[in-house]
């Protein structure tokens, strides 16, 4: 049987996985044995095939190779930042590609992950905002994202790293596409990603970013229980129509009732409220001092992330003196403000700049169609 119809188990639930075994004969009473020795392989050895699990049976690999896939997806390309940021660009089928950013810091390592190809969003600054979406990636899809990620950083036991020393320590659904408009397979990807025998990942270091599907995130709250970030990037309704054209349909009064109802919301658990600074858009005074009047009474914190330029971009990012005049009202309000540091400008993998290669590649080639038929137009 070709490996690509095989049915794949990564990202599968617990219960998805049983069910699997079952289907393809494994007696219920073992059932509960081979999850858990598989799961032990994908994501605490990163086994790639069954042969390697020395758990099993040589009969068994054998009969589970036959039927089942280990399989990665393809990683087109991976690129190194000069600040050490990594960014791969993964291939899950012809077209359909997204991107996975890591972010090493001093005390915390950050993987990026996306949840759709493209997407439906079109906020204004966002570079991704210009793809259309292609469809939405399955929970093995998600999954596996981190497992390339692994692999690329030799954080395995096969490559003699321990757990205490992963460099992979915070996940953050911040990558192509709209989460809450996924939410069924996001919801299972981060369980199995948050698993305690498995890659065991604290919900509390996992966040899920959202432009503000109100009515899906208490759902969020109840069902997947990750920290939770709000695109806001606007303290008033006339400004945030515009640069983000979800707040049309759910207002900023709409989602901070929802953000306050939030599951679990405490000091412990705060809210990040994502705030990217346009020159001249929303980064005045006044414009800080009314983001703390609208959000009071939230235990959150602010992200000031300095607008990350990309081809045809229609903003310039703030002054850094400005954003710094900015966070500082924020500040003294009595929120934590860090500003964001820009970082993988020079392999376009900061915030907002993630777009699928073949999708810019596709835009170039028509760019370069354009202009020969203008220039054979032109007369000689």
Not at 26 to 51: C, H, I, P
Not at 257 to 283: H, Q, W
Request: aromatic share 6%; net charge positive.
């Amino acid at each position: 049987m070709n490996s690509s119809v095989k049915p794949r188990l990564i990202g599968l639930t617990r219960d998805g996985l049983k069910a699997a075994l079952g289907a393809a004969g494994v007696e219920t009473k073992q059932l509960s044995m081979r999850v858990s020795q598989l799961w032990n392989a994908m994501y605490v050895q990163g086994a790639t095939g069954f042969d390697a699990i020395t758990t099993l049976a040589k009969p068994l690999r054998g009969e589970f190779a036959d039927t089942f896939s280990l399989k990665r997806p393809e990683v087109v390309a991976a690129q190194v930042s000069s600040d050490g940021t990594r960014k791969w660009l993964i291939r899950f089928a012809p077209g359909v590609e997204i991107e996975t950013v890591f972010i090493p810091d001093e005390d915390r390592g950050t993987l990026c992950i996306s949840s759709q190809v493209g997407c439906t969003l079109t906020c204004r600054f966002c570079h991704t905002g210009t793809q259309k979406l292609v469809r939405n990636l399955t929970a093995e899809e998600i999954v596996s994202q981190v497992l390339v990620a692994r692999d690329d950083l030799k954080e395995w036991p096969r490559a003699g790293r321990n757990s205490d020393e992963r460099l992979i320590t915070n996940i953050v659904m911040m990558g192509m596409g709209e989460p809450l408009y996924n939410f069924e397979n996001v919801r299972d990807a981060i369980n199995v990603i948050a698993d305690g025998e498995g890659l065991s990942v604290s919900k509390r270091r996992i966040t899920l970013s959202t432009a503000g599907v109100v009515p899906m995130i208490p759902r969020a709250g109840e069902e997947i229980g990750s920290m939770l970030a709000i695109s806001l990037h606007a303290p008033r309704d006339d400004v945030r129509d515009v640069i983000v054209p979800l707040n049309k349909k759910y207002p900023i009064k709409e989602l901070l009732e929802a953000c306050r109802a939030y599951p679990g919301l405490s000091n412990a658990r705060r809210i990040t409220f994502e705030y990217v600074m346009l020159k001249g858009v929303n980064d005045s005074n006044a414009d800080a001092r009314e983001l703390v009047k609208v959000i009071r009474g939230i235990p959150a914190k602010i992200n000031l992330i300095p607008f990350n330029p990309w081809p045809g971009a229609p903003y310039e990012c703030s002054d850094w003196e400005r954003i710094e005049e900015f966070g500082e009202i924020v500040n003294r309000a009595g929120y934590a403000s860090p500003i964001r540091t820009p970082r993988g400008r020079d392999i376009m993998a900061a915030c907002g700049q993630l777009k699928s290669e073949s999708v810019k590649a596709r835009a170039s080639e028509r760019l370069a169609e354009m202009r020969s038929k203008e220039l054979a137009r032109m007369p000689h």
